[in-house]
């Protein structure tokens, strides 16, 4: 089964509006990371916003919030005011194995959610 | 610009041939991860070194190799290439990657573009 699922392979959406994309993942443990990254087409990763599982409150960083829905492993990034250099892949991604101490570190990613913004 | 250096930025070589990737972390950072982004696999995690030390192993084939050296670079070594090597190398750094419960963000260099032909 799929850790990481981002159901949506391309968004669309008008400059000036908000825009959720979807992530929902699966876990057995009690504490982990869940993260946003966006690459645009000039191929870096950039990271936009982290939301702990644990965390109580949502994140948020600027125009980038995260609607975290723990009881439904959900983890949506809404960018609100979309602008035209929005347009990007964005990956949701995971960091299990916190609460074991374990080395576990790596990051499990999905497979993005490419974003056109229209002018 | 997230501080994570990388390179080459674009490696073209053929198949059979051995190449080797550079990646500086962030100024602080003691934590290397190396991912690989293909068309067909995603975003793979290939291996992670801390302070010198390798500390977790993705899905890295045995013709791979990495390191980390006193200076905290790492340098990620492919061989015998095959055309399906053909990849963007991502590396990325962290501040701890030990046992904390922090974010320990990763934050990730520009990538190698490697093509095998």
């Known amino acids: 089964a799929q850790k990481i699922t981002q159901t949506q392979p391309g968004m669309f959406v008008q400059e000036k509006e908000a825009v959720t994309l979807d992530c929902t993942y699966d876990?057995?443990?009690?504490?982990?990371?869940l993260f946003w990254y966006k690459q645009p087409s000039s191929g870096e990763m950039i990271f936009l916003i982290y939301?702990?599982?644990?965390?109580?409150q949502n994140a948020t960083e600027g125009r980038y919030s995260l609607n975290f829905q723990k009881a439904r492993k959900s983890a949506n990034l809404v960018i609100s005011a979309s602008q035209l250099g929005d347009s990007a892949m964005y990956f949701c991604?995971?960091?299990?194995?916190?609460?074991?101490?374990?080395?576990?570190?790596?990051?499990?990613f999905g497979k993005g959610t490419l974003l056109t913004v229209n002018p | 610009d997230s501080g994570v250096t990388q390179t080459p930025k674009h490696l073209i070589t053929a198949t059979g041939q051995r190449v080797t990737l550079r990646c500086s972390p962030r100024?602080?950072?003691?934590?290397v991860y190396w991912y690989q982004q293909s068309l067909d696999q995603g975003l793979q995690f290939l291996i992670q070194?801390?302070?010198?030390?390798?500390?977790a192993k993705g899905n890295i084939l045995e013709r791979f190799s990495a390191q980390q050296f006193p200076d905290l670079h790492s340098e990620l070594n492919l061989s015998s290439l095959e055309l399906g090597d053909s990849a963007l190398y991502f590396c990325?750094?962290?501040?701890?990657?030990?046992?904390?419960?922090?974010?320990?963000?990763?934050?990730f260099g520009p990538g190698t573009r490697l093509t095998v032909l």
């Open positions: 990325a750094s962290s501040q701890e990657g030990g046992t904390s419960l922090s974010t320990d963000t990763q934050y």
């Open positions: 876990t057995s443990d009690q504490s982990y990371g």
């Open positions: 939301q702990g599982s644990y965390d109580e």
């Open positions: 991604a995971m960091r299990e194995g916190l609460s074991s101490g374990g080395s576990n570190y790596k990051l499990t």
């Open positions: 100024s602080g950072d003691l934590s």
């Open positions: 070194y801390y302070n010198g030390e390798e500390r």
